[in-house]
């Protein structure tokens, strides 16, 4: 009987203005390297952009390492900028331009192109291009990175949720002799709007 009374006080609870929830995860990406710390945008804001560092391919002989980095630009309702997160990154590469959904609206979703490890001796990159999605719109918004690997399957936050922090899995440095594949894998966190 008391369980039930504190169930019943718990769900009548006035519900959080900004509750964090769970993170989302699109299976099948490489997993070098080590999940960096957890990075939220700030309390009632919420990721409407991003962008991706990317190192250029390359040609002939070079230790190629694709995307590096990734960021994502919040804002809150009133539509103000209120900074950047990232996660882990690795320093190779430039940032290669953002994309955004429109004012007012937030992105709610993801896909990540990832090449699979290669044969022993081969140069792995890992991630190479990442898709978002908005929650007011069904098409994506592409940062189209480089070419390798394939698509996983897309991943999206609850209806009424929106991103609002990530985590990165980043490969550090391997020195000059080892093969750098840098970003392998992202986990978006979702929170309610
Ligand atoms: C990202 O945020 C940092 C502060 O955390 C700021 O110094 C930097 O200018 C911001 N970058 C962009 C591109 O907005």
């Not at 698509?151 to 490969?171: I, K």
Request: charged residues 15%; contains cysteine; aromatic residues 10%.
């Amino acid at each position: 009987m008391l369980l039930l009374a504190v169930l019943a006080l718990a769900l009548a609870a006035p519900s959080l203005a900004y509750s964090l929830g769970g993170f989302i995860h699109s299976p099948g990406a490489t997993s070098h390297g080590f999940w960096g710390k957890i990075e939220s945008c700030p309390v009632g804001s919420y990721a409407r952009a991003f962008e991706l560092k990317v190192e250029k391919p390359h040609s002939g002989v070079g230790d190629d390492t694709s995307v590096n980095a990734i960021r994502l630009y919040c804002y809150n309702a009133a539509r103000k900028n209120t900074g950047n997160i990232t996660s882990s990154t690795m320093n190779r590469g430039s940032w290669t331009g953002v994309y955004s959904c429109d004012e007012g609206d937030f992105l709610n979703g993801y896909n990540l192109k990832s090449q699979p490890d290669q044969v022993p001796f081969t140069d792995d990159t890992a991630a190479n291009a990442l898709r978002m999605y908005c929650s007011q719109s069904s098409d994506y918004l592409e940062s189209p990175g480089n070419e390798w690997g394939s698509w996983l399957e897309p991943s999206f936050c609850g209806s009424g949720m929106g991103v609002c922090g990530l985590t990165t899995r980043v490969q550090e440095d391997q020195g000059i002799f080892g093969d750098d594949t840098a970003l392998n894998d992202v986990r978006f966190q979702c929170c309610d709007l």
